[in-house]
């Protein structure tokens, strides 16, 4: 049975790829997401195709622009239904309002359910050397609770982090606040090139709210084995 905590990560470019992934996980998947390299590569048909299967989409497409033109990508994605949407936190708390004031109107217009808004802090391929040589000031840790606290302000519904940074964020936005964590990495798993990285069972304890897991399942020799373990620790951790 599908754990709706755990989001698939669909990193491949073409629809025959996402399809054979979709079709191999089966009901033990139910939440997968859609990044830059899918929908850029196939547009739209991602996200409906996902919805006719019955699935929870996770649109990753990090929006960050000006406020106006941010909107109205918000309001698209509300029309096409994606269930989880990002937008850069550094982007700035007027263009995180007004990306929430979008989707709010967009829905209550079309008659649906609104998506919930995360803000991205700060990525999790940076490590500490990294993230200063662009002019990083505070301390990695420092600027993601900054810009947490910063989204819930701005009317995000929470934020995508690394799931070290998941207990401080917890504590300081609350029980409510979304806290969706890539860089997961099961123990059978290789860490490739992400450096902030945590197993599911401890981002989950740490207040993490969703998983995001992809090498680990996708290129995996026996996928549906891979999410069994996955869930299987996971709920090893209360809801």
Not at 73 to 82: N, Y
Not at 85 to 100: L, V, Y
Not at 152 to 157: A, C, L, Q, T
Not at 168 to 181: H, N, S, Y
Request: glycine letters at 8%; aromatic letters at 4%; a negative charge.
């Amino acid at each position: 049975m599908a754990d709706d905590r755990l989001i698939v990560a669909l990193d491949v470019s073409t629809m025959d790829a996402m399809k054979s992934i979709v079709s191999s996980l089966g009901d033990s998947v139910s939440f997968y997401k859609v990044g830059m390299e899918l929908f850029y590569a196939e547009g739209d048909q991602t996200v409906r195709y996902l919805q006719e299967h019955g699935k929870h989409v996770f649109l990753d497409l990090k929006l960050h622009d000006i406020p106006n033109t941010v909107a109205h990508g918000v309001s698209s994605l509300t029309r096409l239904g994606a269930n989880l949407i990002t937008i850069h936190g550094q982007g700035g708390p007027i263009m995180m309002k007004a990306a929430a004031v979008a989707a709010r109107e967009s829905a209550e217009k079309l008659g649906i359910e609104r998506p919930k808004l995360l803000a991205i802090t700060v990525l999790t391929s940076f490590d500490d050397e990294s993230w200063t040589s662009i002019g990083g000031q505070l301390p990695i840790a420092d600027q993601v609770i900054r810009l947490a606290k910063l989204a819930k302000e701005s009317g995000m519904d929470g934020v995508v982090c690394s799931a070290l940074e998941a207990k401080m964020i917890r504590e300081a936005c609350g029980p409510d606040f979304l806290i969706v964590t890539p860089g997961i990495r099961p123990s059978f798993a290789a860490t490739n090139d992400q450096k902030r990285i945590a197993t599911p069972s401890s981002a989950l304890q740490d207040g993490a709210s969703r998983l995001v897991i992809g090498r680990p399942i996708t290129q995996a020799e026996h996928p549906q084995e891979a999410v069994r373990l996955i869930i299987e620790e996971m709920e090893s951790v209360s809801k």
